[in-house]
């Protein structure tokens, strides 16, 4: 019987992705951890135990005695955050993600750990990123993505560990706030335009990200773990291309949805991050190794985003 474990399960990825996976496995067979104390977390949240990544014992106390198969592995510091308390970042990213794949290495666990476009940097192909390419991260996020897939593939080359890895593109959902990233500005947006009319962006109008609609990249999460073992080929990060657009492209389509809806930019240390990441991915490989595909292009995602959004203020 599956038993999963979501860590950092208070998150944006970790609150849907948890939510998911007592839909499929049952509330019974999945547990949630996260910093936060137990009594801030909803009574219909499930299974929960306060957690701190950077506590080897405690995680491999959990995973024992409640017998977990797989764990998903999603507590960091993203990367406009991170660069505030660089430090801080290393630390949490990088122990929180060793720390789960000496337990995995012991334990024979499954593991999921989510890479990032962060991984890649300025001398990357920007356009159609490739699986295999050149990668010169220059924020703290970004290093500590480019050496966790090296830590994940090597724990699969030297130990056997199942380590499974996507690298995430911005991701956009409605359920949770955003948690520091450079691309939230996506998310933020329609509130704004919802509730005021207008927005700021702190991304210039023609900066190209790739995104992705939160229920892709929690439904890829959930099938690259199912995927026959058989089938995964990297065992670094693969590459998961959602849908390319910049901030203009954006308003321009939610002006379809708002008419009067505003936008105006300015400068923000986040740009000059957004500038190393690439225009756009080439998810080939996963095409090819587990049958990804998309859901919601540009389109979909915006209608979606608006209806949702506005049922949640009211």
């Not at 999945?30 to 950077?54: C, K, R």
Request: aromatic share 10%; glycine share 6%.
């Amino acid at each position: 019987m599956r038993k999963a474990l979501v860590i950092g399960s208070r998150g944006q990825i970790g609150i849907e992705l948890l939510e998911m996976l007592q839909y499929k496995l049952g509330m019974d067979n999945v547990w949630g951890a996260d910093i936060h104390e137990t009594s801030t977390i909803p009574n219909n949240a499930g299974n929960y135990s306060q957690l701190n990544a950077l506590d080897k014992e405690a995680m491999h106390q959990l995973v024992v005695e409640k017998g977990i198969t797989e764990v998903y592995q999603l507590a960091a510091l993203l990367s406009a955050t991170g660069e505030k308390n660089p430090m801080y970042a290393w630390k949490l990213n990088m122990e929180g993600l060793l720390n789960i794949l000496e337990i995995a290495k012991e334990t024979k666990i499954k593991l999921f750990w989510p890479s990032s476009i962060a991984a890649f940097g300025p001398t990357t192909p920007l356009d159609e990123t490739p699986q295999r390419t050149i990668m010169e991260p220059t924020s703290v996020y970004g290093i500590s993505k480019q050496a966790g897939e090296r830590w994940c593939e090597y724990y699969f080359l030297k130990y056997g560990v199942d380590v499974r890895s996507i690298r995430y593109p911005g991701l956009i959902g409605y359920k949770s706030a955003p948690g520091g990233g450079t691309t939230d500005y996506a998310v933020d947006i329609f509130y704004a335009a919802i509730e005021k009319g207008s927005y700021s962006c702190f991304l210039q109008p023609n900066t190209a990200l790739p995104m992705m609609m939160m229920d892709d990249a929690i439904r890829a999460t959930i099938e690259l773990i199912e995927a026959p073992i058989e089938n995964i080929q990297i065992r670094g990060a693969y590459n998961l291309a959602g849908v390319s657009f910049t901030p203009a492209q954006l308003a321009n389509e939610i002006k379809k949805h708002i008419p009067t809806f505003e936008i105006s930019y300015y400068d923000d240390f986040r740009q000059q991050l957004a500038d190393s990441w690439p225009n756009s991915i080439d998810d080939t490989q996963a095409q090819k190794d587990w049958n990804w595909k998309i859901n919601f292009p540009l389109e979909t995602l915006v209608k979606t985003m608006l209806s949702e959004i506005k049922k949640r203020i009211s």
